[in-house]
């Protein structure tokens, strides 16, 4: 049990690549499998045994206060810190510096889904008696991510943030464990990158810098894409969380929602607290935010329907953000990562792909 580590949550910088589709919440308050991400992460944190933790913002963090408080109902004691102004990843990890007291902090990107072992991190960062341990996972793309290659003995070799000819698929997961003397060593103050000036400066200086990678269930839910897939792995029980408010299995359905009879939902769909599915709908691995409505016949695919909003009948919405409020008419056609503004309304027909009508 880690009971005598720490945890940093970085929640801040831009985030808000869903944020004018579908809510005033920051992202990582939006509801996934029925709770805000956030609670995901945070139930993780808890089930290794650590308790203490810090979230390091630079926006809304009322927002976050609001609705973990100290912590408490989850077990953990929780406080909150606000950037002045977006420190970055490095600077966020630096400003939360005073309110740290352990040996060894675990730090957290805040849209992270992950299944590892925080214990076995841990264990390697002492094992091999590091400065800073990464948690890496490899994946099809590493272009998007840092690439961090590693030698025959786990030590990380270089960091190559986002390059577009990555030497390994294998890539920083987003999870840290830091040595608290090294978070005192980042400026202060000022906008920091941990990947880009932080991890590089310590290999440059020769610092030990452990790499512990496994083949954890892992998805960074930046895209809106990865949202949804993350979602529904959460649903299915595919990706492990403790902080789930239903059993796992095709659908997470939330109090008041009523599907129809004749209706089919499946694929780790979210149907939130209100929502009314009609009949011969048919809905694949979607996120129906609260108060939403799916009229009879409408197909939905990988999609995001926010709070609110209406799919007519007969619509067809597949791999398409639907902003809050929004109303997608009868017999529309969205697809192909589309992303619907909040309180926008198309006409029935309005919107079609196929030539017919
Ligand atoms: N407090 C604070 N302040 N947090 C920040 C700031 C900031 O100024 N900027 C970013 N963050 C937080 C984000 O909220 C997110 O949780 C995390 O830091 C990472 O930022 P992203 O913007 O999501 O970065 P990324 O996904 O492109 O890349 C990062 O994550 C990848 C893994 O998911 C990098 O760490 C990559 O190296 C890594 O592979
Ligand atoms: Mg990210």
């Known amino acids: ?193 941990v990947e880009r000036e932080t991890f590089p400066g310590l290999l440059a200086a020769g610092a030990r810098v452990s790499g512990h990678v496994d083949n954890a269930y892992w998805r960074d839910m930046g895209t809106p894409a990865d949202l949804i897939h993350g979602s529904a792995d959460l649903v299915r029980g595919v990706a492990p969380s403790a902080a789930l408010p239903g059993p796992t299995g095709e659908v997470m359905l939330l109090e008041g929602a009523k599907i129809a009879e004749g209706a089919l939902v499946f694929g780790g769909t979210t149907v939130g607290r209100g929502v009314q599915i009609g009949a011969g709908a048919r809905i694949e691995g979607a996120m129906l935010f609260d108060g939403a409505a799916v009229d009879e016949g409408a197909i939905i695919e990988h999609a995001v329907i926010g709070a609110g909003a209406r799919v007519g009948q007969g619509a067809s919405v597949v791999d398409t953000v639907v902003g809050d409020r929004a109303v997608v008419g009868a017999q529309c056609e969205l697809r192909g990562g589309l992303r619907l503004w909040p309180d926008v309304i198309l006409p029935p027909h309005g919107v079609r792909f196929s030539p017919d009508v």
């Open 1 to 193: 049990m880690l009971d005598d580590v720490e945890a940093v949550v970085l929640v801040g910088g831009k985030g808000t690549r869903l944020r004018p589709l579908t809510l005033s919440a920051p992202k990582p308050m939006l509801p996934t499998a029925g709770v805000p991400f956030l609670a995901h992460l945070l139930s993780r944190i808890r089930a290794a045994g650590v308790r203490r933790v810090v979230l390091g913002t630079s926006y809304l963090a009322e927002t976050f206060s609001a609705y973990f408080g100290d912590g408490a109902a989850l077990g953990l004691e929780l406080r909150y810190v606000v950037e002045d102004q977006p420190l970055g990843t490095g600077g966020g990890i630096r400003n939360v510096a005073e309110h740290l007291t352990a040996a060894d902090v675990l730090v957290f990107n805040g849209d992270v889904l992950c299944g590892t072992d925080l214990g076995a991190v841990v264990g390697t960062h002492r094992r091999t008696a590091a400065d800073v341990t990464l948690h890496l996972v490899r994946v099809q793309d590493p272009r998007a991510y840092g690439c961090v290659p590693t030698d025959a003995d786990g030590r990380v070799l270089d960091f190559l943030e986002k390059t577009d000819d990555p030497p390994t698929d294998q890539i920083n997961a987003g999870c840290y464990v830091f040595r608290r003397s090294v978070i005192d060593t980042i400026p202060q103050g000022r906008p920091v990158s």
